[in-house]
């Protein structure tokens, strides 16, 4: 905040919208001289259209001090209390100010904040005492209980998160944000009484959280309603395989809050219970495959002995001196009780009459690639990343280390032997 | 109750919605959010390409690319689910990871070519 006073003219927008006219809304736009904006707010700027420019304009305010939730609005796409928001603190020029989304709008920034409560009623969003104490309950500062609530209990219900979050837009049944947070400060709480109900009720709205942080951006009290989010998921991968007894559930929580239909939540109860033992189970079972897979491809090759072997290539003399020819080999292997046919291709390179025979492995030494002959190039080419090999295996380009393998070769009754390991 | 049914509501405004300003203002946890969402189509495609026209550079490269950017985020979001890293960290852990995410796209791209 700058220490000068900040002297401005502004351009304020503010969405307005008659119940009596109906219709989509639209934006009012006033010119304001203000004074000084390091010690303005939304508020106060709220304040003065509707004494100077426009005694119609509806919008809702109580503490003026951030502490009753009740002024909060959308400021140039942001969600955040009027009161606490200083102008200073805005880009340059133009300010949009508009309800707050998700909920319906009553009257120009006005909007009924029902749902909202409806969720915090959903999740349970009081306090039951487990035992009915007569003196105070001593919870250590240092406890992990307290430190993991920390200051999450500040909420104000201003709804900012909801309206940020496009989460609680697109499923009915999520919970969002503002009611989930104040479920986890009570979940945590060791002297909660309704710990299991409240658990059952927030599993079966707290997934639809795609993380998008919005919440934890525009919460006008600091608090991340993202983390709560989290733990309670964590709570649920805890208990996904606890017993949770239905019917007990159902009793208490039609005792203890009678307006929330109770058959929303027996068969969401069961069904979660099913859906997460299934998927347990389905990535167990994936889990295992692939780690299964994974260990037989590295482990058995290297535990397989096989035994070298010589294998026939052609007769010597099927390849002309100065040429280069490919041709398949193929030989039995028998991995354990498994035996196959490997068949592959090899370079065969005769250089002179008498000797000079050379077998090439056709394997690139980069990736293990499979190389062919360019007759033209009078190069070995790989297609994977380039490479390429003269004619005596020497590395010509690309990213190949060395030259290219050649088999151990021998000549028996004018055949071409090569040695396979 | 009553009183409410006389009144005539505008439907909930959605986010952006009559909001010239929303998307400049969004804000980074947000797009990280979208950007993976996108990274996974895009993989998809790469993917598809990659496999019916195998070792061409430039889709080696593009997919290798979208794949780390849609691992880095994804792993930014494991972080924060098992509370290892504090959901205010989040801002700090998209610079971070992406960083870490750069590094190793080098060190694989260049154990390749
Ligand atoms: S969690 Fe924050 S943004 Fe959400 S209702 Fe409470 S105070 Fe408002
Ligand atoms: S982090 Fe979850 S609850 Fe918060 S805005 Fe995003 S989707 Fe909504
Ligand atoms: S007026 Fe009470 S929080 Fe802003
Ligand atoms: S495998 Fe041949 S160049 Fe990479």
């Given at each position: 905040m700058s220490e000068k006073t900040r002297k401005s003219k502004r351009v304020v927008k503010v969405f307005r919208y008659d119940p009596a006219v109906g219709g989509d809304g639209h934006f009012d736009r006033f010119d304001l001289d203000i004074e000084d904006e390091s010690i303005t707010t939304i508020l106060d700027v709220l304040l003065r259209i509707q004494r100077e420019h426009d005694s119609s304009l509806g919008f809702r305010y109580s503490c003026r001090?951030?502490?009753?939730?009740?002024?909060?609005?959308?400021?140039?796409?942001?969600?955040?209390?009027?009161?606490?928001?200083?102008?200073?603190?805005?880009?340059?020029?133009?300010?949009?100010?508009?309800?707050?989304?998700?909920?319906?709008?009553?009257?120009?920034?006005?909007?009924?904040?029902?749902?909202?409560?409806?969720?915090?009623?959903?999740?349970?969003?009081?306090?039951?005492?487990?035992?009915?104490?007569?003196?105070?309950?001593?919870?250590?500062?240092?406890?992990?209980?307290?430190?993991?609530?920390?200051?999450?209990?500040?909420?104000?219900?201003?709804?900012?998160?909801?309206?940020?979050?496009?989460?609680?837009?697109?499923?009915?049944?999520?919970?969002?944000?503002?009611?989930?947070?104040?479920?986890?400060?009570?979940?945590?709480?060791?002297?909660?009484?309704?710990?299991?109900?409240?658990?059952?009720?927030?599993?079966?709205?707290?997934?639809?959280?795609?993380?998008?942080?919005?919440?934890?951006?525009?919460?006008?009290?600091?608090?991340?309603?993202?983390?709560?989010?989290?733990?309670?998921?964590?709570?649920?991968?805890?208990?996904?395989?606890?017993?949770?007894?239905?019917?007990?559930?159902?009793?208490?929580?039609?005792?203890?809050?009678?307006?929330?239909?109770?058959?929303?939540?027996?068969?969401?109860?069961?069904?979660?219970?099913?859906?997460?033992?299934?998927?347990?189970?389905?990535?167990?079972?994936?889990?295992?495959?692939?780690?299964?897979?994974?260990?037989?491809?590295?482990?058995?090759?290297?535990?397989?002995?096989?035994?070298?072997?010589?294998?026939?290539?052609?007769?010597?003399?099927?390849?002309?001196?100065?040429?280069?020819?490919?041709?398949?080999?193929?030989?039995?292997?028998?991995?354990g009780i498994y035996e196959s046919t490997v068949t592959k291709p090899v370079f065969v390179y005769r250089e002179s009459d008498s000797d000079g025979i050379t077998v090439f492995n056709s394997r690139c030494t980069h990736l293990a690639c499979v190389l062919h002959w360019d007759d033209n190039k009078k190069l070995f080419l790989c297609d994977c990343h380039g490479g390429q090999f003269y004619p005596d295996g020497r590395v010509k380009a690309g990213p190949p280390p060395r030259a290219m393998d050649r088999y151990p070769t021998k000549v028996e009754n004018g055949n071409i032997l090569v040695r396979e390991a | 109750m009553e009183q409410n049914e006389k009144i005539q509501y505008r439907s909930p405004l959605r986010r952006g919605e009559l909001d010239p300003n929303r998307w400049r203002n969004t804000q980074i946890g947000m797009w990280a959010w979208l950007w993976q969402r996108i990274s996974a189509l895009a993989i998809i495609i790469f993917l598809g390409i990659h496999l019916t026209l195998p070792y061409r550079p430039l889709i080696q490269f593009l997919l290798l690319l979208t794949v780390t950017f849609h691992v880095v985020l994804g792993l930014r979001v494991i972080l924060m689910d098992f509370g290892i890293v504090h959901t205010k960290y989040q801002k700090a852990l998209v610079g971070g990871l992406a960083a870490l995410g750069i590094v190793m796209f080098i060190i694989v791209w260049m154990g390749i070519y």
């Open positions: 001090i951030s502490m009753c939730g009740s002024c909060g609005v959308v400021v140039n796409g942001n969600e955040a209390l009027a009161c606490q928001t200083v102008v200073a603190n805005l880009k340059e020029g133009e300010i949009t100010i508009r309800p707050l989304n998700h909920f319906p709008v009553i009257r120009d920034l006005v909007v009924d904040m029902d749902p909202f409560f409806k969720n915090f009623d959903k999740a349970l969003s009081f306090f039951e005492p487990a035992e009915k104490l007569k003196e105070p309950a001593i919870i250590s500062p240092d406890s992990k209980e307290r430190r993991l609530i920390a200051d999450y209990t500040e909420c104000i219900t201003c709804g900012c998160c909801v309206s940020s979050c496009t989460m609680a837009n697109w499923h009915e049944d999520y919970l969002g944000p503002g009611a989930l947070n104040r479920a986890f400060t009570l979940l945590l709480d060791s002297r909660d009484g309704l710990h299991d109900e409240r658990l059952a009720r927030v599993l079966s709205g707290c997934y639809n959280c795609r993380t998008e942080l919005n919440c934890t951006e525009v919460c006008p009290k600091e608090i991340s309603p993202t983390r709560s989010l989290k733990y309670i998921q964590m709570l649920a991968a805890k208990n996904a395989f606890k017993k949770v007894d239905v019917v007990d559930i159902e009793d208490k929580a039609t005792e203890i809050a009678t307006e929330v239909p109770v058959e929303a939540i027996t068969p969401e109860v069961s069904r979660r219970r099913f859906l997460s033992r299934i998927t347990l189970g389905l990535g167990g079972i994936i889990a295992v495959l692939i780690g299964g897979l994974m260990a037989a491809t590295s482990l058995v090759p290297a535990m397989r002995k096989r035994a070298e072997k010589w294998v026939k290539v052609g007769k010597v003399d099927a390849f002309p001196v100065g040429i280069v020819k490919t041709v398949p080999i193929s030989y039995r292997v028998k991995d | -």
